[in-house]
């Protein structure tokens, strides 16, 4: 995780009772808050652009910038995730200027050593949906370059599992012991990849690294959190719906929703059954998804990750609506108790493990894919709360700050890249009507990157 400076900051007025839903006889106004998170976009762009133009991550408090992929090194992170966000926006202008920087300084020959998933979901995807919104080759070709320097992670493993970090000039990996999610977060942009360049390597490559994980689950069907690339073993006993398992049952069924994989249905289907057998508990009326031990199911602890909160909005998409809207409803309540979700939360008792927030989108992207689903008027007043709660406490002088503490609302400074790609995504499509957008036929990946559903 990328290091920060922590800058304290008063106690900003307000409470969570200014957050609770609208009144059943309130009518929110969806366009001119949609207006409202457009102008917000321009603003933090503006900003961006006049005090960290190619950086990694502006330091919202300061006006600094940091690195983030590679230390020391900044390959436009932050400009690269806000692209395809500024086009469905209709900021034509500063889409342009994303454009031409890359077209005139992106180069991914690096002697650095990167993240290998955190590459995919983050650079090789916004170069994709990039390309796909303003239809540049360029930006094409530069995933595919940055594709062919991670490709070393998975070959280097007899049974296709990437290890967790390559070096972009030499192709060195590092980092065998890996996890569900760094392990299968890849076949919607592998997938999209091969699709667009007729080259089937990225394709093969991200399936198998989903069924390896997959065929080594336990015999109820549960798969823990840790693994060695280079022989298949299991590496820990906790299988959990959060991190670092949380985008991998994501991209199961993504792999189906976007390629048509029926495999990858099958699975997604087998882990989601294990799943609300073993690890669904209902507590004081609440629905949550605890740790167990994968081959028993045996409880471990009750702990919440806030990461976790994108799973209802996926159980929804998959078929089981009731369950998704009651996990969904739960962090809901977290939401309206603090303002601003912790990282972590204890049901139990009542109280959060985690004081920080890292300025998450996964509850805006649940109910987001709730209300494509079903169009209910609820999704989009948990947003709305989502994003009011975000212009009052993460707000800095020159752009959104991540929160030290949820609890007395202190700052700290540092915005990550995807806050460009996630949330503000997500506020803009659910409030605006996007011209730009296909609200019937879509995919978005787990770092809110278009590959399927741009409009011209």
Known sequence: ???????????????????????????????????????????????????????????????GAESFSIK???????????????WLMELDAEFKDGVDWIRANLDFDVDGEVSVFETIIRLVGGLL????????????????????RLMPAFTASPIGLPHRFVNLKTGAVRGPVTNPAEVGSCITEFGMLSNLTGDDRYFKAAKQALVALYDRRSKIGLIPDAVDCM???????????????DSYY???????????????????RTCTAAILKHQRA???????????DFETGKRINWEQDELSSFYGGLLAQGGDRAVGEAYT?????????????????????????????????????????HWLLDGKEEWRALVARHFRAMQQWNKAPYGYAVMADVTTKAQADHCPG???????????????????????????????????????
């Open 1 to 63: 995780m990328t290091s920060f400076r922590i800058g304290r900051r008063g106690l900003i007025a307000g409470s969570a009772a200014a957050l609770l839903p609208l009144p059943a006889t309130a009518k929110e106004d969806w366009r001119a808050l949609g207006d409202e998170v457009r102008e917000a976009m321009r603003w933090a762009w503006k900003n961006y652009r006049e005090k960290a133009w190619g950086k990694d991550q502006i330091m919202p408090v300061s006006g």
């Open 250 to 268: 994501e991209y199961l069924w993504d792999g189906w929703q976007l390629l048509g994989d029926r495999d990858c249905l099958r699975m997604y």
């Open 329 to 369: 409803h739960a962090w809901d309540k977290v939401q309206a108790r603090y303002g601003i979700l912790p990282e972590g939360y204890d049901p139990y008792q009542g109280a959060p493990t985690y004081k920080t927030n890292a300025l998450r989108p996964e509850l805006a992207d649940a109910a987001f894919n």
């Open 282 to 292: 209902t507590l004081n009326g609440d629905l949550w998804f605890v740790d167990v």
């Open 72 to 86: 020391g090194r900044h390959i436009g992170l932050s400009l690269i995730e806000a692209l395809d966000t500024l």
């Open 231 to 245: 022989t298949g073993e299991w590496k820990s006993r906790r299988a959990t719906t959060g991190p670092p398992s």
């Open 418 to 456: 995807y806050w460009w790609s996630e949330q503000m995504k997500y506020y803009w499509l659910i409030f605006a009507d996007c011209r730009r957008f296909d609200y019937k036929r879509n995919y978005l990946t787990t770092e809110g990157n278009v590959l399927q559903g741009f409009r011209r």
């Open 129 to 148: 949906s990039g390309h796909l919104a303003g239809g540049d080759p360029v930006l094409l070709a530069k995933a595919k370059d940055l594709t062919d």
